[in-house]
Each structure stands twice: as structure tokens, then as C-alpha cells.
């Protein structure tokens, strides 16, 4: 892996990697040893400001490009993408610690597809037939680029965020500054490249390197950033919304999550059980939809625990670089410890049934002691109101709650102030239909947990945040509607003029 490229800075403005004006340093550490992936100088102000300014001058031309031209770089950029693909899984691997079969099997092929997505979509925007609804008028809708987009993403898919954030940005004619979570800037970077080998004008994708509290706040409040586009945790993204509502911005919210699971008593067990174990330790537990709270129906609970605890002890943990490793590190040492603090309070009044302790071994017998790894953890007999059910772990922790009847399972499902992603587990055709509309989450699978796909909407409902990634609809967002009248008559007295002259009209 060659990383020289990042020699040149880690502020991508204006079609190149520039060192930026910053004084503050930032290391980007590999979780899995604690090794210095790359020391990286963060952004000032003044970078920010020089972004917005390269997205500003970049905007009425690549604004004005047909939908056609935008969708030939866009398919470019699938390319490029397709030919880097190793670069990126294992640059996105020594930031992250994710194994090195989850960026190269998910991070890496779902950035390809979904660049390729937008390529197509950017052909397909759609809005109300042109006509003549007062009868002496014509008119037609315009969809039109928002302006200059600020999007903030965050370390837990490094690349993949950076993709949902650009790319229906840009595909709608938008230009955009993004920053990356400041521990995981590279892939972020690497993308932006991409973008320029693609034949991508500069100035349309830009990005900052920097800290939240000062290159965060000051993309959010720049006044010539017409959107922001925010992911990450709820408490910042209130924040977000603040500091938007000065200039009035248009905000797009993808927040915190803490996705039940429920299992009814005419579910295939092993289907729930191996759904379970996949859906909660995926990116190990550090993902917004991850199951994280299972509800299982009084006569499957005790099999459902027996079966995921035995299949959590046989997860594999270990380097991430090899491709026996089902269960890397979490993505830092403060991370794990903030976990480890929520399994430990937990202790006093649930119980850890499995896991609850740091990883030290690897499946080969390697030693982990220098990596933030942490064991798949199972905890039991939490209150629905305790801290582990009701509050972002993010994490690998699992929390199972038995349940009686339906109803009761279904308003346990929907008692935390998330909706982002839910899944219920049962055979019955009613049973599941009653689940899908009653659950207040933005996804809901039936029998599974997990799957993204780039032509289908991922956002949130309720503390979850507002707003739609991926498919068609996220176009909706990064697009303003114009309405275009035109008068038919040619009449210099109007019809509605009556409501001003009255008789004399
Ligand atoms: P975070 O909220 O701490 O940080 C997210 C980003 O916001 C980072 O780039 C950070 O630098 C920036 N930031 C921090 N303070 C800021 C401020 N005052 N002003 C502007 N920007 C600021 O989140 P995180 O820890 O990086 O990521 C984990 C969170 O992201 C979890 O809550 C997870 O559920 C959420 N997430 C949500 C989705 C979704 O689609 N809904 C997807 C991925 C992650």
C-alpha cells in the first residue's frame, strides 16, 4: 500500500491534494496495532474557505452540463473505482481495522455499483407533467441544482459515505466540500482523486481534512453553502441543524441508530439465529442499521440465545489483513473503552452472557493485546428502559429481550427515539405485514437484516434524522423545484385581475 501520494496534504481542493494552511496535526492510527497509518496537517478555516470557493467557481458550468455528460464521468468514475479497488479495501482497512473480506466483498463493490447507479439516475430525473392546469396558463417544473453542498461524513464507511454524499450531489449538478471523520480521512481522499482521473471538472468534488468543532462548523455556517448534508451521531447533528438554520440552509440528516430485531414464534430459528449474529457484528457493530436489540417471542427465546451465544464464541477475530478474519478491531481505543463502559454498567443489572471482555487472542493464536479489539458480546435480563437498550452502543453487543404477545413485541420495537432500520423474523404473511407498517423505522426488512442496495431510498424517521441516501429519491434532495408559468392569454386584463379592480377590472 502506497501512501506517498498523501506527501502532497490532505486538503483535496480544486482538482488536487494540497497541503492546505493548517498548523494542527492529526495521526490516523490502524486499530488493529496502533500503528501510524498517516500523519495528516488538518484544515483551517481558510481551507474550508478556499473549498467552498473552488465549489462556487465549479458550479454554473457543471450545473449547466447536459444530464448525459454527468453520467459519462460518473460511469468513468465506476471505472477508475473498479481499477483501484485494492488500493481503496486495504487503505480503507489500516484506517478502520474493518477485515479486509468486508472492504473488499461490501465497502469497495457497493461504492462501484452505487457510482454507476448515479450514473444512470442523473438521466432519469423525474417531476409533473408540463400543461395548462388554470387553463390560460402553461407550466412546467424545473429541477435544478441546490448550489454548493457541505456534507460531514463519519469514520464507520469511510469511502462508502463519501460515495453517498458525492455522488447524488454531483450527479444532480451540485458541487460539494466534503469532510471526512478526521480518523478516517484517506479513502475520502482517494475518492475525490478518482473523481479528477475521471474527468471530473475540478472544483465539482472537494475535500476538507479537518476537525469538526472547526472546519464542521465553519462548512455549516459558510454562506455561500446552499445544503448540508450531514451522517453521523444525533447529538452533532442537532448541532448541524442549528448552525443551518442562521443561513437558512437546507439540511439532510442521517443520524444515530438502534435497530430491533424481532423474532416471532413461527420464524425459522437457525434463519433468525445466523440473521442475528451477521446483522449485529457486521463492521463490528459499528453500523447505524446494525440489529442491536432483539425481541424473540416467549416460546423461541431460549434457543434463540443458546444458539447466537454459541455463534458468537466462534467468531473469528483477528488481523484484519487476513482473510480468515470474521471480527476486526473497533475503529479506536476511546471507541472500545466507550463500549466496554456500556457492558460494564450493564453488568449491574443484566446479564453478560457471553463476551464483555477485550479480544487478546487471535483465531490463529496471534496476539491482540496492542489492537481496540473487543469480544461479540450477548447481553440478557436488560429493562426495556436500561441504558443498553435504549442507547447507541455501536458497538458488537447484542441486547435479547423475550416478548408475549404481538402487540407487545411491537411497541418494544418502537420504544427508543430511533427509526432508522428494523427487521421483523416470521413466516406468517399477516404477522409480517402488520410488522412492516407498524414499525416506525425508515427500513424495515422481513426475514433479514442488513442488505443496502444503491436503487432503493436508506434514511431515517424519528431522532434518526430526515432525508434519503442512495436511490432516485436522494436526487429529490440534492434538487430544488422551480415552478415555470407562463401566461396563454396574451390578454392585458387577466381574468384574476377582478380581485384588485373588482367592477373596473
Ligand atoms: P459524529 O457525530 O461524532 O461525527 C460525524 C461527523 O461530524 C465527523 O466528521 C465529525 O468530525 C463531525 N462533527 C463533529 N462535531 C461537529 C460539529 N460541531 N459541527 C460540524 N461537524 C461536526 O459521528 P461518528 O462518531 O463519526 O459516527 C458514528 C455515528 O454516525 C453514529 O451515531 C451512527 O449511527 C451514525 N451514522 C448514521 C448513518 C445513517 O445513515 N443514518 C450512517 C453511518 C453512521
Redesign the pocket.
Known amino acids: 500500500m502506497d501512501l506517498s501520494s498523501f506527501d502532497a496534504g490532505a486538503q483535496y481542493l480544486a482538482g488536487r491534494l494540497t497541503g492546505g494552511t493548517g498548523s494542527e496535526t492529526f495521526t490516523v492510527v490502524n486499530p488493529a496495532d496502533g500503528s501510524t497509518v498517516r500523519e495528516v496537517v488538518l484544515a483551517s478555516a481558510e481551507d474550508v474557505d478556499t473549498a467552498v470557493a473552488a465549489a462556487r467557481a465549479a458550479l454554473p458550468a457543471w450545473s449547466a452540463a447536459t444530464p448525459g455528460t454527468r453520467a459519462e464521468a460518473l460511469n468513468r468514475l465506476a471505472a477508475v473505482l473498479a481499477e483501484r479497488a485494492q488500493d481503496f479495501a486495504r487503505v480503507e482497512t489500516a484506517q478502520t481495522g474493518k477485515p479486509i473480506k468486508l472492504t473488499t466483498e461490501f465497502d469497495v463493490p457497493g461504492t462501484i455499483d452505487n457510482a454507476s447507479f448515479f450514473a444512470g439516475a442523473a438521466r432519469n430525473l423525474e417531476g409533473k407533467a408540463a400543461g395548462e392546469y388554470t387553463g390560460d396558463h402553461t407550466s412546467y417544473v424545473r429541477r435544478e441544482a441546490v448550489g454548493v453542498v457541505g456534507s ?6 469511510p469511502l462508502q ?1 463519501a460515495a ?1 454524499k458525492v455522488l447524488p450531489a454531483v450527479a444532480a449538478g451540485n458541487t460539494i466540500v466534503l ?5 478516517t480521512p484517506l479513502t475520502a481522499l482517494m475518492f475525490a482523486q478518482a473523481c479528477t482521473d475521471a474527468g471530473i471538472p475540478d472544483g465539482v468534488v472537494n475535500v476538507v481534512t ?4 472547526l ?3 465553519r ?2 455556517s459558510h454562506p455561500d453553502v446552499a445544503m448540508v448534508s ?8 442537532r ?2 441543524a442549528e ?1 443551518a438554520t442562521a443561513t437558512v440552509k437546507r439540511t439532510h ?5 438502534k435497530a430491533p430485531f424481532v423474532v416471532f414464534d413461527d420464524a425459522d430459528l437457525e434463519a433468525a439465529v445466523h440473521g442475528a449474529v451477521a446483522a449485529s457484528l457486521i463492521n463490528t457493530g ?4 446494525a440489529a442491536t436489540r432483539a425481541y424473540v417471542q416467549r416460546p423461541l427465546y431460549r434457543a434463540f440465545v443458546d444458539g447466537v451465544a454459541e455463534l458468537y464464541r466462534a467468531i473469528r477475530l483477528g488481523d484484519p489483513l487476513d482473510p480468515q478474519t470474521d471480527l476486526g478491531p473497533l475503529v479506536s481505543y476511546t ?1 472500545r473503552d466507550r463500549v466496554a463502559g456500556f457492558v460494564e454498567r450493564a453488568r449491574s443489572y443484566a446479564t453478560v452472557v457471553t463476551g464483555g471482555t477485550p479480544g487478546t487472542k487471535g483465531h490463529d493464536g496471534t496476539d491482540l493485546t496492542l489492537g481496540a479489539y473487543y469480544q461479540p458480546t450477548l447481553i440478557t435480563g436488560a429493562a426495556q428502559d436500561s441504558e443498553v437498550v435504549q442507547s ?1 452502543i ?1 458497538g458488537p453487543v447484542l441486547v435479547v429481550l423475550p416478548f408475549d404477545e404481538d402487540e407487545e413485541g411491537l411497541r418494544l420495537a418502537n420504544d427508543t427515539p430511533y427509526g ?1 432500520a428494523a427487521s421483523a423474523w416470521t413466516t406468517n404473511v399477516h404477522r409480517s405485514l402488520r410488522a412492516t407498517r407498524e414499525i416506525a423505522a425508515g427500513c424495515v426488512w422481513v426475514n433479514d437484516h442488513i442488505p443496502i442496495i444503491s436503487e432503493l431510498p ?3 424517521y424519528k431522532a ?2 430526515y432525508g434519503k ?1 442512495m436511490s432516485q429519491y436522494s436526487l429529490d434532495e440534492y434538487t430544488q423545484i422551480k415552478h415555470v408559468m407562463y401566461d396563454t392569454t396574451a390578454v392585458a386584463r387577466k381574468d384574476w385581475h377582478r380581485t384588485i379592480f373588482g367592477d373596473r377590472g
Open positions: 460531514i461524513a463519519p469514520w464507520n464507511y459515505m453517498w469532510k471526512p471523520a478526521e480518523l479537518g476537525s469538526g468543532r472546519a464542521g462548523e462548512l455549516v450531514f451522517t453521523g451521531s444525533t447529538a452533532v447533528g448541532r448541524v448552525l440528516l442521517e443520524l444515530g441508530g459499528q453500523d447505524c442499521t471507541h447507541e455501536f432508522l436508506h434514511g431515517g434518526s434524522g441516501d
